[in-house]
């Protein structure tokens, strides 16, 4: 029995499995829509593919350098249970390795790239992967270094990932560049900056929390029963400080040092560079938490009980 395009795209609207599998299923069983989707249901395809419409927002947020090569990558599932497996860690591990290797411009290159110690590509690699863990896996992002030292934290078994990029030049222990590296991506997982230095921060960005300060401010003021032009002007001064109370929050450079908060992290990296009689400057960072940003599904146990029972 022959078939058409026409039936490779019934077949794949049927059980949701990619065309060149819909295509091998026809082809193996003579064109026989039924025996197509038993033969995928029988090769797991099918079944992998309806868990491909499921929310992930759990998994581990990975952080790994390898032959100078940094990476960061966020690997999500459904269940926090995922992330004590073994074998979608070891997955997890491989998928970072694609990355150093492969050097793939995103997600999609990455998913054509082929996955280490095997014929497998990322994405067949991932797909035997939800077949094994029962679970729909999605690689969500990851960012790439290649210049630099780069420093891999990971927190709390991969709540949060972290790679930060040093340049170094002339130091006398390169060991305590690594301890201060590590240092600084403590820090990072545990202040969430969002921007190196106040040179970094979005233009658009600033000047809407100048304004919302300023308006801020002004209420204050008026509250104080001044008149208005003073309110203004006291308020525009008062804008100055909180500006600056902003930077703290956001720059890394600006915020406070964790171990010692009476410096700024800016001036901790310029004693330590002092003291190892060289140069130390952060290139960049890179910050993953797991599922950060995607909203997870609310189950409602009640309305799901009271449905059952109509």
Not at 162 to 183: Q, W, Y
Request: net charge negative.
């Amino acid at each position: 029995m022959s078939f058409s395009a026409k039936d490779v795209k019934e077949l794949r609207e049927a059980t949701g499995v990619g065309m060149m599998d819909c295509k091998r299923a026809l082809t193996e069983t003579g064109g026989d829509m039924e025996k197509a989707i038993a033969y995928l249901r029988e090769q797991g395809l099918a079944q992998s593919q309806k868990k491909a419409g499921r929310i992930t927002a759990e998994g581990v947020a990975y952080a790994v350098v390898s032959d100078g090569v940094g990476v960061v990558v966020e690997v999500n599932a459904e269940t926090d249970f995922v992330a004590k497996n073994d074998k979608f860690n070891d997955f997890v591990s491989g998928v970072a390795e694609a990355i150093i290797k492969n050097a793939p411009s995103d997600v999609d290159a990455l998913l054509a790239s082929k996955y280490p110690g095997g014929d497998k590509t990322v994405a067949e690699e991932q797909q035997e992967m939800i077949l094994v863990i029962g679970e729909n896996i999605s690689i969500r992002r990851f960012v790439r270094y290649t210049a630099g030292l780069s420093i891999p934290y990971i927190h709390a078994g991969g709540k949060i990932g972290v790679i930060v990029n040093l340049d170094v030049g002339d130091v006398s222990d390169m060991d305590a560049v690594v301890e201060l590296g590590k240092d600084l991506a403590m820090q990072i997982a545990a202040m969430r900056p969002l921007y190196l230095d106040t040179e970094s921060v979005d233009a658009g960005e600033l000047e809407k929390e100048k304004e919302i300060q300023l308006n801020k401010a002004i209420e204050e003021n008026k509250a104080k029963n001044l008149p208005d032009d003073k309110a203004r002007q006291i308020a525009e001064k008062m804008v100055v400080g909180r500006i600056n109370k902003y930077f703290e929050d956001i720059c890394l450079l600006n915020q406070p040092f964790v171990k010692e908060n009476k410096i700024t992290v800016g001036a901790h990296i310029r004693h330590v560079a002092k003291a190892l009689g060289g140069e130390i400057k952060i290139n960049a960072f890179t910050r993953f938490e797991k599922g950060e940003g995607i909203e997870k599904k609310q189950d409602d146990f009640a309305a799901e009980v009271a449905s059952m029972v109509k």
